[in-house]
């Protein structure tokens, strides 16, 4: 009995294996060496009639695929179960393929639009990927405050420290992710957002836990809506939220904070497994053209790296200008950071303490 | 036994034997895999013991305290409810249990959202208060706000133990006590409560238990500054991506549940206090 009991177990056990395997994406077969790209990038992240707009360009043919988490995409590129030409991660997704050696290094003489790409992002873009070999930016932004001009007054709030003040009592939000949460108070406190330093972490959640009382709300995703239903005036945010909160309701500022804040970008990589390399480059220079990058900003308003297409807002939308969604105050920006892997170790160390600070 | 029927045993309690082992035992051995082991595969009872680090012992002590709270007024709430029940007629009995388990057919998370929109800042309780001229007050995002989801979440799986246990008392139990000479006070704490303890801790289980490893009231209506043993092992298994503290932590709100069935054996033998 108990012999037939395992070889059940053992049956079913590969039957859940097999339902479990076979989600992999299927690709349509285009004969090798046909002119196609396979580009791979997040939904609703690019404006469809660039796609067609390259297409008639090159005839080059595009087969796009999307995803929604970068955690998503990487099985995916590094089991080698479809072989994608181009990708669009985040840096931090950048940096680990990068160390596990899932990148092809860009031919930078097939990109001449490179020229384009700001010399600050250019610099940011150095600390994950050295040289700017492997990766170019296709969007980015920061995280900062935003805040209801009906309710507190504009220039009120500059900097992270205004949001531990006893007079916005239950009107601020809060990010509840852990990374976001204690960059803010590591950046208050003057410390960088990728301390493996016990001491500073030690600092940052008794600052956390003094501030949990003033807190309206930890949340992520709703405090877009939080603000713009006017259920508490004060808000941790993405930058890239900004332009869509403000087009609903336009008493709501964005600042980035004096003390510095996080800084994140999107970019194209050529995975090392793809097959057309030629035509991924050629899709990273159409995307890098001007005109092309204005033509995005215009579709999913996300701040550009591209110079030229910096232009061309400012011509289009002078109103942007003075925007620190888009064009953050130097000084600022200056003091911003990427966040880099720190290892499971620390991670640890982070989760310990940040549960502490949660359950306090 | 011959080969037929044990073929025509086999055929009919295999969906049966299917469902337990991939719902139950599979998912218990692989807790017990998880939970029992480090990120190298040794063996190690780490995970189980994290329990009192203290951020993990102050979740787990205010999962206790909030479920036991609500608990306690799950049962003042359904306990006159089901002798009300018992005395009632038919149709009005039939609608009485209707009203309060309708809102059961409906979404849990829809519900708990639904407290959200009342609960609010700018929500629909404060809007009445402000129309009224009363200041606004703050409901959401406070301990109160998860006790109450709590209770109006778990509130049925009180009422259904408690009413069948005691309709099943008959009523010249309580004519006798009556001849007897006893009060109506007397009756309800000499006859009612003590016949009906299978109901009681049938239902105490079936509300606390729940209320104990909740993650998803206490994320909605404590706006993420609550923090209960449920939201840790959550975040263990989701953000944190360290399954092995996850099921340790696991392991551990098992044996919650191991009392309350030894509970649930020892005084509700017949199984009288059972839903069905």
Redesign the interface.
């Known amino acids: 009995m108990r012999k037939r009991f395992f070889v059940?177990?053992l049956i079913?056990?590969l039957f859940?294996c097999a339902c479990g395997a076979d989600d992999g994406g299927d690709q349509p077969e285009v004969p090798a060496g046909s002119n196609v790209v396979y580009v791979y990038n997040y939904g609703d992240y690019i404006d469809p009639d660039i796609i067609d707009m390259f297409e008639e360009e090159t005839g080059i043919k595009v087969i796009y695929d999307t995803f929604d988490t970068n955690e998503e995409m990487y099985p995916i590129i590094s089991s080698g179960s479809v072989r994608y030409d181009v990708v669009c991660p985040s840096e931090y997704m950048v940096e680990k393929m990068l160390a596990n050696g899932l990148l092809a290094e860009i031919d930078l003489d097939n990109v001449p639009n490179f020229q384009y790409i700001t010399e600050s992002c250019r610099q940011f873009a150095e600390s994950y990927d050295p040289g700017n070999k492997h990766s170019i930016p296709y969007t980015w932004g920061t995280v900062g405050i935003m805040y209801d001009t009906d309710y507190i007054e504009e220039g009120s709030i500059t900097k992270w420290s205004d949001l531990w003040k006893e007079e916005y009592r239950?009107e601020v939000m809060m990010m509840?992710?852990?990374r976001d949460i204690y960059m803010v108070a590591l950046k208050q406190l003057g410390y960088s957002a990728n301390t493996t330093n016990e001491q500073e972490l030690r600092e940052a959640t008794d600052l956390l836990i003094a501030q949990?009382d003033l807190?309206?709300?930890?949340?992520t995703d709703a405090i877009r809506d939080f603000l713009l239903?006017?259920?508490?005036s004060i808000g941790v945010i993405y930058s890239g939220e900004v332009l869509y909160c403000q087009e609903e309701d336009d008493s709501l500022v964005y600042v980035l904070p004096e003390e510095g804040s996080n800084v994140w970008f999107d970019s194209w990589v050529i995975p090392a497994n793809c097959r057309n390399k030629e035509n991924a480059e050629a899709w990273i220079n159409f995307m890098c053209r001007p005109e092309i990058a204005f033509k995005t900003f215009e579709y999913i308003y996300y701040a550009t790296p591209n110079q030229g297409a910096i232009e061309m807002i400012e011509e289009e939308y002078p109103e942007f200008m003075d925007n620190m969604a888009l064009f953050p105050d130097e000084e600022a920006l200056a003091k911003c950071e990427i966040y880099h892997y720190l290892g499971s170790e620390a991670d640890?160390m982070y989760?310990?303490y940040w549960?502490?600070f949660?359950?306090? | 036994m011959s080969r037929n029927k044990q073929l025509r045993n086999l055929s009919l309690s295999g969906p049966y034997l299917f469902w337990i082992i991939g719902g139950t035992l599979i998912p218990l051995v692989m807790m017990l895999w998880y939970g029992l082991t480090a990120d190298d595969g040794s063996f190690t009872l780490a995970n189980v013991l994290a329990i009192g680090e203290p951020g993990h012992a102050k979740a787990l002590g205010q999962a206790l305290l909030y479920s036991a709270i609500s608990t306690v007024i799950c049962f003042l709430l359904a306990f006159p409810l089901a002798v009300i029940l018992r005395k009632s007629k038919m149709g009005v009995k039939g609608f009485i249990l209707f009203v309060f388990i309708l809102p059961m057919w409906m979404n849990f998370l829809l519900r708990t959202m639904a407290w959200q929109v009342l609960l609010e800042k700018g929500g629909v309780i404060n809007g009445v208060l402000t129309w009224m001229g009363l200041p606004r007050m703050r409901l959401i995002n406070t301990p109160g706000a998860i006790i109450m989801g709590m209770v109006y979440d778990f509130l049925p799986f009180m009422i259904m133990p408690l009413y069948n246990v005691m309709s099943k008392i008959e009523n010249s139990v309580i004519e006798a006590a009556k001849d007897l000479g006893a009060s109506d006070w007397q009756v309800l704490y000499k006859v009612l409560l003590p016949l009906s303890v299978p109901g009681i801790v049938s239902g105490v289980t079936m509300v606390f238990v729940p209320a104990l490893t909740t993650f998803v009231i206490s994320n909605m209506l404590g706006g993420g500054k609550i923090f209960l043993i449920g939201n840790v092992i959550e975040h263990e298994f989701t953000v944190g991506d360290n399954w092995h503290l996850g099921a340790g932590l696991s392991l551990v709100m098992m044996v919650f549940i191991l009392i309350s069935m030894a509970f649930i054996a020892k005084f509700d033998k017949n199984g009288e206090g059972n839903l069905i």
């Open positions: 059940f177990l079913f056990s859940m239950d509840d992710s852990l949990k807190v309206y709300k930890y949340a239903n006017e259920s508490a640890q989760n310990r549960k502490e949660k359950a306090y």
